[in-house]
């Protein structure tokens, strides 16, 4: 991105005229009934967002809506004659909350404080979302947090946007239990409360289910890291998901919610950032949102970004400085058709490309932000989904369908070099591929020392997934909400390897996982007595596994066949929970849910290996104090107990390859808690922080020999820290005419292990990460500059830099130096 051109837009959109547009009128019919019922009905069909500030106005009765109004009248007459009122807080987004009950209460303030004149509230993007109700909507019956019997985090879209979009980092930065690894952007795995499995990108199942709307993500692929522009909100549930959830969210889920497409008004968003880095190249981003009424009824919402991020890691060996650099490019698509009757149809795309020129890893003993490298070690992941949801709703019913075709495929190259390494030495100056040594395949050019000549290892992964689930909902209200659905997903993952030595290559045996998995659900929450909430689920799934070795020799494929033929696996995940108020703002909850995933086949060398499914058991208890987002302070602490079967890990073998195996069982233990104080209106302090302990307490028979060259220090599950805080400070309030917001954040990462086995067992973590962000402006045009890592520290997220680790002394993935990021936005 050239930086001349990205000022004169960025001019251009400051100087476009910002544009007042008249509210469209809208048919609506929605029925007499309670808050809970007809607020969803409305809110579809205006296709806008509304929240409710005060959990208690749920069970108001309210008014039928029938004729064509626009979305402010419809509200408020279905809230006519009750205490709640209507504020509108953005084009596309409402407030319910309840009425003063005198004029003449006033805003409670320091007794120092001198009288002020009257001002307008700060915008919806500085402070709206801390107020609004939470509603978990990923337990698909709109049950409100007072009776969710859980830990569920509901990220504002808004405020992930804040500071500029840095897509799963954002998440990452504000919530304690959620982690990750560090090999690159579209190449990481994601891990919620001490779940993890391993470090690479293999055939072993995600342990964390990730959600676009009702759209699963990925089966067995590493995070996407879509974009987070023009999002809504993000949802993260805590422990294993299976009931609703199914296969693969043994830590539970990632659910973002995209803004929907609105058919009242039009509207265009840019916005245009440009970054610098210390000790790095400077980069930018490019974004653009709209918003198209099609005819009366129907809207197309468009989102297209451009990003490019700065390397800062040099490479004295090749004589190249700041070769991490990384580009990203994509965008979304949604088509709302209103059928009439009540019947909604989305169609959907999305489609997001991410290359990276090369690894962001550095060596331990080399100084800062350098590694010598004898390859460029590039990566390309391209994912793209096609969707079609349909949606209907009645008096108290709703059914929808969810259906997409998803292809998401994945590049990596590894540095497989060998430093210090002399021909014949018998030191290991050959790798084994399978049972061939290199140095032998490759003997008649030999020519010059085998440490003089670059090796890499090629990683090819193809995914290809459709999924469906179809449901029917009765909306928690009066006491009962209830859900029954049933869901298929067809998955096939191929993943192939090639080793290159000089000009010379070699193809490593691959494998292709196949699953087809059909799945039934069901899960009602009752309310027992007043202060009393029951919810007991049951989910039902079979599964048929298949695949087969790829590039391996016709015998050795004929050997294995009986490990790599198709079989079969049926699941019954059952899960309650009891949630009881005996306080006023007091919550006590107890849950029990179990989660598995299947399945498959792995490379072992030459051969192709069958590993099982796992399944995971958790036991959890809470308790929550104040109404989130609206009382002085509130607080939730959780203790959760797992205990996890067949773990599913990755090691190195004796080849020095990555392989998978069930490695046996382990037990986590996990304390995490938040705390948010407001002492006034405009102040916010939020502390999280979670404790994990985790064992690997019952060996696999295949792995000991692994283990016993350094069983002391293996028995931790690799990849999770084992604490974690993180604290923000943000304020908003007006200065003259225009919203000004202020936020800080540190977060502290603890040690964690890379992985299992003595190759694996190098130490990472333990760093702190800290940044500050601002905006002035509102909602039509702003300002904003953000700092990252202000003490430019270094830290080691992740210290696998490449599987090949045989005479060096170890990497380490140090954070992006200190950044400085300045952006204009615009909206008309």
């Given at each position: 991105?050239?930086?001349?051109s990205?000022?004169?837009?960025?001019?251009?959109?400051?100087?476009?005229?910002?544009?007042?547009?008249?509210?469209?009128?809208?048919?609506?019919?929605?029925?007499?009934?309670?808050?809970?019922?007809?607020?969803?009905?409305?809110?579809?069909?205006?296709?806008?967002?509304?929240?409710?500030?005060?959990?208690?106005?749920?069970?108001?009765?309210?008014?039928?809506?029938?004729?064509?109004?626009?979305?402010?009248?419809?509200?408020?007459r279905?809230?006519?004659?009750?205490?709640?009122?209507?504020?509108?807080?953005?084009?596309?987004?409402?407030?319910?909350?309840?009425?003063?009950?005198?004029?003449?209460l006033?805003?409670?303030?320091?007794?120092?404080?001198?009288?002020?004149?009257?001002?307008?509230?700060?915008?919806?993007?500085?402070?709206?979302?801390?107020?609004?109700?939470?509603?978990?909507?990923?337990s698909?019956?709109?049950?409100?947090?007072?009776?969710?019997?859980?830990?569920?985090?509901?990220?504002?879209?808004?405020?992930?946007?804040?500071?500029?979009?840095?897509?799963?980092?954002?998440?990452?930065?504000?919530?304690?239990?959620?982690?990750?690894?560090?090999?690159?952007?579209?190449?990481?795995?994601?891990?919620?409360?001490?779940?993890?499995?391993?470090?690479?990108?293999?055939?072993?199942?995600?342990?964390?289910?990730?959600?676009?709307?009702?759209?699963?993500?990925?089966?067995?692929?590493?995070?996407?890291?879509?974009?987070?522009?023009?999002?809504?909100?993000?949802?993260?549930?805590?422990?294993?998901?299976?009931?609703?959830?199914?296969?693969?969210?043994?830590?539970?889920?990632?659910?973002?919610?995209?803004?929907?497409?609105?058919?009242?008004?039009?509207?265009?968003?840019?916005?245009a950032?440009?970054?610098?880095?210390?000790?790095?190249?400077?980069?930018?981003?490019?974004?653009?949102?709209?918003?198209?009424?099609?005819?009366?009824?129907?809207?197309?919402?468009?989102?297209?970004?451009?990003?490019?991020?700065?390397?800062?890691?040099?490479?004295?060996?090749?004589?190249?400085?700041?070769?991490?650099?990384?580009?990203?490019?994509?965008?979304?698509?949604?088509?709302?058709?209103?059928?009439?009757?009540?019947?909604?149809?989305?169609?959907?795309?999305?489609?997001?490309?991410?290359?990276?020129?090369?690894?962001?890893?550095?060596?331990?003993?080399?100084?800062?932000?350098?590694?010598?490298?004898?390859?460029?070690?590039?990566?390309?992941?391209?994912?793209?989904?096609?969707?079609?949801?349909?949606?209907?709703?009645?008096?108290?019913?709703?059914?929808?369908?969810?259906?997409?075709?998803?292809?998401?495929?994945?590049?990596?190259?590894?540095?497989?070099?060998?430093?210090?390494?002399?021909?014949?030495?018998?030191?290991?100056?050959?790798?084994?591929?399978?049972?061939?040594d290199?140095?032998?395949?490759?003997?008649?050019?030999?020519?010059?020392p085998?440490?003089d000549?670059?090796?890499?290892?090629d990683?090819?992964?193809?995914?290809?997934?459709?999924?469906?689930?179809?449901?029917?909902?009765?909306?928690?209200?009066?006491?009962?909400?209830?859900?029954?659905?049933?869901?298929?997903?067809?998955?096939?993952?191929?993943?192939?390897?090639?080793?290159?030595?000089?000009?010379?290559?070699?193809?490593?045996?691959?494998?292709?996982?196949?699953?087809?998995?059909?799945?039934?659900?069901?899960?009602?929450?009752?309310?027992?007595?007043?202060?009393?909430?029951?919810?007991?689920?049951?989910?039902?799934?079979?599964?048929?596994?298949?695949?087969?070795?790829?590039?391996?020799?016709f015998?050795?494929?004929?050997?294995?066949?009986?490990?790599?033929?198709?079989?079969?696996?049926?699941?019954?995940?059952?899960?309650?929970?009891?949630?009881?108020?005996?306080?006023?703002?007091?919550?006590?909850?107890?849950?029990?849910?179990?989660?598995?995933?299947?399945?498959?086949?792995?490379?072992?060398?030459?051969?192709?290996?069958?590993?099982?499914?796992?399944?995971?058991?958790?036991?959890?208890?809470?308790?929550?104090?104040?109404?989130?987002?609206?009382?002085?302070?509130d607080?939730?602490?959780?203790?959760?107990?797992?205990?996890?079967?067949?773990i599913?890990?990755d090691?190195?073998?004796?080849?020095?390859?990555?392989?998978?195996?069930?490695?046996?069982?382990?037990?986590?233990?996990?304390?995490?808690?938040?705390?948010?104080?407001?002492p006034?209106?405009?102040?916010?302090?939020?502390?999280?922080?979670v404790?994990?302990?985790?064992?690997?307490?019952?060996?696999?028979?295949?792995?000991?020999?692994?283990?016993?060259?350094?069983?002391?220090?293996?028995?931790?599950?690799?990849?999770v820290?084992?604490?974690?805080?993180?604290?923000?400070?943000?304020?908003?309030?007006?200065?003259?005419?225009?919203?000004?917001?202020?936020?800080?954040?540190?977060?502290?990462?603890?040690?964690s292990?890379?992985?299992?086995?003595?190759?694996?067992?190098?130490?990472?973590?333990?760093?702190?990460?800290?940044?500050?962000?601002?905006?002035?402006?509102?909602?039509?045009?702003?300002?904003?500059?953000?700092?990252?890592?202000?003490f430019?520290?270094?830290?080691?997220r992740?210290?696998?830099?490449?599987?090949?680790?045989?005479?060096?002394?170890?990497?380490?993935?140090?954070?992006?130096?200190?950044?400085?990021?300045?952006?204009?936005?615009?909206?008309?």
């Open positions: 991105m050239k930086r001349g990205l000022s004169a837009l960025a001019m251009l959109l400051v100087g476009l005229p910002a544009q007042v547009q008249a509210a469209e009128e809208r048919a609506f019919d929605v029925p007499r009934g309670t808050l809970s019922t007809s607020l969803p009905q409305l809110s579809r069909q205006a296709g806008v967002s509304v929240s409710v500030a005060d959990g208690r106005l749920w069970q108001a009765e309210v008014k039928p809506v029938k004729g064509r109004m626009s979305v402010e009248a419809a509200i408020r279905m809230l006519a004659g009750t205490d709640a009122r209507v504020v509108r807080v953005s084009p596309t987004s409402w407030r319910i909350e309840r009425r003063p009950p005198s004029p003449r006033v805003r409670r303030d320091p007794p120092r404080a001198a009288p002020q004149p009257r001002a307008r509230a700060p915008a919806t993007d500085t402070v709206a979302a801390e107020r609004d109700e939470i509603v978990v909507t990923a698909k019956t709109d049950l409100p947090y007072s009776h969710f019997a859980g830990v569920a985090t509901q990220l504002d879209g808004d405020d992930l946007a804040f500071g500029g979009e840095r897509g799963t980092e954002s998440i990452l930065s504000r919530v304690a239990t959620v982690s990750s690894t560090h090999l690159g952007s579209g190449r990481n795995k994601l891990f919620i409360r001490g779940i993890a499995d391993s470090s690479f990108t293999g055939p072993t199942q995600a342990t964390v289910g990730q959600y676009l709307g009702d759209i699963r993500l990925s089966y067995n692929a590493p995070d996407p890291d879509l974009r987070l522009y023009d999002i809504d909100s993000v949802e993260v549930l805590e422990g294993p998901q299976g009931t609703l959830y199914g296969a693969g969210s043994l830590g539970g889920i990632i659910r973002t919610i995209p803004k929907a497409p609105d058919p009242v008004e039009s509207s265009v968003q840019a916005i950032g440009f970054s610098v880095t210390q000790h790095g190249d400077p980069g930018g981003d490019l974004a653009a949102i709209a918003n198209v009424p099609v005819g009366d009824r129907h809207a197309l919402r468009l989102v297209g970004y451009t990003i490019s991020d700065g390397g800062y890691i040099d490479n004295p060996l090749r004589g190249q400085n700041d070769v991490n650099r990384v580009h990203i490019r994509g965008g979304r698509g949604t088509f709302r058709l209103d059928a009439g009757d009540n019947w909604t149809v989305d169609f959907g795309g999305v489609y997001q490309a991410i290359t990276s020129d090369d690894a962001q890893y550095a060596d331990k003993d080399a100084p800062p932000l350098t590694r010598s490298s004898m390859v460029e070690q590039n990566a390309t992941a391209r994912y793209g989904m096609g969707s079609i949801v349909v949606m209907k709703d009645w008096d108290d019913l709703h059914f929808q369908s969810s259906n997409a075709y998803i292809d998401h495929r994945l590049f990596e190259r590894f540095d497989a070099s060998l430093p210090n390494a002399q021909p014949g030495s018998g030191d290991g100056s050959g790798i084994a591929v399978g049972t061939v290199v140095a032998r395949l490759f003997a008649p050019i030999q020519i010059i085998m440490s000549v670059p090796r890499v290892l990683q090819h992964n193809r995914t290809r997934m459709f999924v469906s689930e179809n449901r029917l909902s009765r909306p928690f209200r009066d006491g009962l909400g209830w859900v029954v659905g049933a869901s298929l997903i067809d998955n096939r993952a191929r993943q192939n390897r090639e080793y290159s030595y000089g000009a010379l290559s070699a193809v490593l045996p691959g494998v292709t996982n196949t699953v087809t998995e059909l799945t039934g659900y069901a899960e009602a929450t009752v309310e027992l007595m007043p202060d009393l909430v029951a919810s007991g689920g049951l989910r039902l799934s079979h599964a048929k596994l298949g695949g087969q070795a790829e590039d391996v020799a015998a050795l494929a004929q050997a294995n066949r009986a490990t790599t033929a198709s079989r079969t696996e049926t699941d019954l995940l059952p899960s309650f929970s009891l949630l009881a108020t005996p306080f006023d703002n007091v919550r006590l909850y107890a849950r029990y849910q179990e989660g598995f995933r299947p399945g498959g086949l792995a490379v072992d060398g030459n051969f192709v290996r069958r590993f099982l499914n796992d399944q995971v058991r958790t036991w959890e208890a809470g308790m929550r104090f104040g109404d989130k987002g609206k009382s002085l302070i607080a939730s602490v959780s203790v959760s107990h797992t205990r996890w079967r067949n599913q890990a090691f190195i073998d004796s080849n020095g390859f990555p392989t998978t195996a069930n490695i046996g069982d382990g037990r986590i233990t996990s304390v995490s808690g938040a705390i948010a104080v407001r006034t209106s405009r102040l916010t302090f939020d502390f999280g922080a404790y994990n302990h985790s064992r690997v307490d019952n060996l696999s028979p295949q792995i000991l020999p692994v283990f016993a060259a350094a069983p002391a220090r293996l028995g931790r599950i690799p990849n820290a084992s604490h974690a805080v993180r604290g923000s400070v943000t304020y908003a309030t007006v200065i003259g005419d225009q919203d000004f917001r202020v936020n800080g954040w540190a977060n502290y990462i603890g040690p292990r890379l992985g299992i086995g003595p190759v694996l067992g190098e130490s990472q973590g333990d760093y702190v990460d800290t940044g500050l962000a601002m905006r002035v402006g509102n909602e039509r045009r702003g300002l904003s500059l953000t700092l990252t890592n202000l430019d520290s270094r830290g080691n992740f210290s696998l830099g490449t599987p090949f680790v045989e005479g060096n002394e170890g990497f380490l993935t140090p954070l992006r130096p200190r950044t400085l990021r300045i952006a204009i936005d615009v909206a008309y």
